[in-house]
């Protein structure tokens, strides 16, 4: 018997659009992506930028397919990802604002490093809830600062010593 207190929050790998795929996916796995709430790695920028920065593999979606989000139940996305700024500030500040007008919640991105540090909220059972997004694989340029935009930066260290 399930409790009637259990909520669920579920969390969606890697994001990249093609083309529409909310009719071809089975409404089986549509259904089971609902819950309290659903976050998705967003992979790439919503953009359509062409001027792309200089890495091997610049990776884009069209601005038009972010209602899918909606329609598979994803209603949040992390934008910490080393592809999220292969359009540059121009392909970030685009994703936002398509972000935004579609109420989509968002975290690991923003206008600065204070805003991309800022968590997604939401309640479930009278409890806060706060997802946070920082990636530790992406170009230096990718961090956001004080006064620049970006990715929320984390950097790992490891130190390995001799134990004799």
């Known amino acids: 018997m399930e409790n009637k207190f259990s909520q669920s929050i579920k969390f969606v790998g890697d994001i990249v659009f093609k083309d529409q795929i909310s009719h071809k996916l089975d409404d089986v796995i549509i259904e089971k992506l609902k ?3 659903t ?8 953009t359509t ?7 091997w593999a610049a990776l ?21 990802t080393n592809h999220m ?11 936002l604002k398509n972000l935004k007008k579609n109420g989509i919640k968002y975290t690991g991105a923003g206008n600065n490093l204070e805003e991309a540090l800022s968590p997604i909220e939401f309640n479930v059972n009278n409890a806060k ?6 990636a530790t694989t992406l170009p ?7 006064i620049r935009p970006g990715i929320a930066p984390i950097r790992v260290r490891c130190s390995y010593y001799f134990d004799g």
Do not use: C, H
């Open 39 to 46: 976050l998705g790695n967003l992979e790439v920028p919503f």
């Open 140 to 146: 230096p340029s990718y961090a956001a600062n004080r």
């Open 60 to 80: 884009k979606q069209s601005p038009s397919l972010v209602s899918e989000l909606l329609k598979i139940n994803i209603n949040g996305v992390s934008l910490a």
């Open 35 to 37: 819950s309290v709430f």
């Open 129 to 134: 809830i706060r997802i946070y997004s920082l």
């Open 85 to 95: 700024l292969d359009f540059g500030f121009e392909g970030l500040d685009e994703t």
């Open 49 to 55: 930028s062409k001027i792309n920065v200089d890495k």
